[in-house]
């Protein structure tokens, strides 16, 4: 795998801890941010907010692409981006927090679900969490997607994928047959490359990660799901798996950077 880093990391004294705390204090009422509603499954974000801090300055004009439910948007504002976010809800509960100078956010159209409200070359980085594989479920492509993305990055501006599950995951496989709930559309490594070829992006980091389960045990005690001890115990054996059998972990990320024609 390509794991290059950016030539430029920054350095952010934003808070994990303390916005992970926030984040599932808000979950307390809003059902919507299901990720939040215990400690384990609130850390699957350590990593990727760990690695998002590495590429991203605090002055970056960052897009939250495909906001959901606001809490990468608020993470991102907390990061001291100017963060935008976009998507086809009403504003999320938890942005209506967020001050307007801090904050914007876009409401898509149904009908062109691909096409992106702003002017080329308008940010420094679009994140997707969980969003570019659903692209073709609501009449889209990946590539038109990606396209579009690039149309609004500025020259050398970066592309954050996370979330993007893998085609060999053991999670996948056993919720295919269970008949759970599983994503319709899976990717490998190879296809991810092809992906960044056919737009015009270059790859600077793609991982593998999250071999164990964490939004499934919000039925456990709320002691336990909630403990510090355990949790870190879990992140330590999860990430253990992860790397001793990475082949089947959940989920891709990767960092892509718009490559100058």
């Not at 204090?25 to 760990?50: G, N």
Request: some cysteine; hydrophobic content about 35%.
């Amino acid at each position: 795998m390509n794991k290059r880093k950016s030539s430029k990391i920054y350095r952010n004294n934003i808070n994990l801890d303390a916005t992970i705390s926030d984040l599932m204090q808000f979950a307390k009422t809003d059902q919507s941010l299901h990720q939040f509603q215990t400690q384990i499954s609130a850390h699957q974000y350590r990593k990727i907010y760990h690695l998002f801090l590495q590429y991203l300055n605090p002055n970056m004009k960052v897009l939250d692409w495909g906001t959901g439910n606001g809490h990468f948007s608020y993470f991102l504002v907390k990061a001291g981006c100017q963060t935008s976010g976009y998507g086809f809800e009403d504003l999320p509960p938890i942005c209506q927090s967020l001050s307007p100078d801090q904050y914007t956010y876009y409401q898509g159209n149904w009908s062109d679900p691909t096409k992106l409200p702003f002017t080329d070359e308008f940010f420094d980085a679009v994140s997707s969490i969980g969003v570019l594989e659903h692209v073709r479920e609501t009449g889209g492509t990946e590539v038109d997607s990606l396209n579009e993305i690039r149309r609004i990055l500025k020259p050398n501006g970066l592309f954050l994928c996370v979330h993007f599950p893998n085609r060999y995951s053991w999670i996948e496989y056993a919720a295919r047959k269970m008949k759970k709930w599983s994503h319709e559309y899976c990717y490998t490594e190879r296809e991810i490359y092809e992906l960044a070829r056919l737009t015009h992006f270059q790859v600077l980091n793609l991982q593998r990660y999250a071999f164990l389960p964490r939004n499934i045990w919000r039925k456990l005690p709320r002691k336990l799901v909630n403990s510090g001890i355990f949790t870190n115990l879990y992140d330590s054996v999860d990430l253990f798996l992860s790397i001793a059998f990475s082949h089947w972990c959940q989920n891709y990320l990767f960092i892509a950077q718009k490559s100058v024609l």
